[in-house]
């Protein structure tokens, strides 16, 4: 059972310990930012809170962001993620059909309008969810002080520089990020300095140690402000 943190009035975050994922309700809709890695009952617990109809969006198909998608008839998601989601995570036993949500595109909650930003790198289809009313990112996995998994297939670390380059002009607009991992909340600062160190281990200027992560060799850059992890070959 994860631990459920109110944020303020209309916002909540699920603690798994290692995971979280998002409450947000608005006048009209409520709406879910990922679903859980263990929890299978993320939307019986979002009924605790709300009655408003609630969807489900989720920024990435890692299996740690969709342990209730099956919950869900249908669920929002980028298209660039299908391939994750049907294919290395065996989305089948997830059930519920995927509803595409594209770079820019808008959801209103009724009085909250929430803007999707395609965040590539990670995964080619991880988005962030930028809450115009409460100048709030919500911002998946690209964006933390955690561990940050660059390992394994369809993980692109140039695409991930090139989104947080892109992200840095949206600054701006929020004053808080709210990952799925580590530190909660960070902030805006945080952008620049991973790019920076994302390009140093591109440029073969930062030091690795060598790991298993899931039984995958992996090379591990501790940079200060968050881990790397990356193909060990």
Not at 158 to 167: E, K, P, T
Request: contains cysteine; hydrophobic residues 35%.
């Amino acid at each position: 059972m994860p631990e459920i943190r109110k944020i303020d009035g209309e916002t909540w975050s699920f603690e798994e310990g290692g995971v979280r994922f998002f409450l947000l309700v608005g006048t009209e809709r409520a709406l879910l930012i990922d679903s859980g890695m263990q929890t299978r009952n993320a939307k019986e617990l979002a009924r605790e809170l709300t009655d408003l109809p609630l969807s489900l969006l989720n920024t990435h198909a890692d299996r740690d962001h969709v342990g209730s998608n099956g919950e869900f008839e249908e669920f929002y998601m980028h298209p660039s993620e299908y391939t994750n989601f049907y294919g290395k995570n065996g989305g089948q036993s997830y059930g519920g059909r995927i509803l595409p949500v594209w770079d820019g595109e808008v959801m209103d909650l009724g009085g909250r309008k929430l803007r999707i930003i395609a965040l590539p790198g990670h995964t080619p289809g991880s988005i962030a969810v930028l809450d115009e009313k409460y100048r709030r990112l919500f911002s998946g996995d690209p964006v933390q002080d955690g561990r940050i998994f660059m390992f394994g297939p369809a993980r692109e670390m140039h695409a991930y520089v090139q989104s947080l380059n892109r992200l840095a002009a949206f600054a701006g607009e929020f004053d808080e990020i709210y990952p799925s991992h580590g530190t909660c909340p960070v902030y805006p600062d945080l952008i620049p300095k991973l790019a920076e160190a994302a390009e140093r281990i591109l440029a073969g200027g930062a030091e690795g140690k060598r790991e298993e992560m899931f039984g995958n060799p992996v090379c591990a850059y501790d940079m200060g402000i968050a881990t790397f992890l990356c193909d060990g070959e």
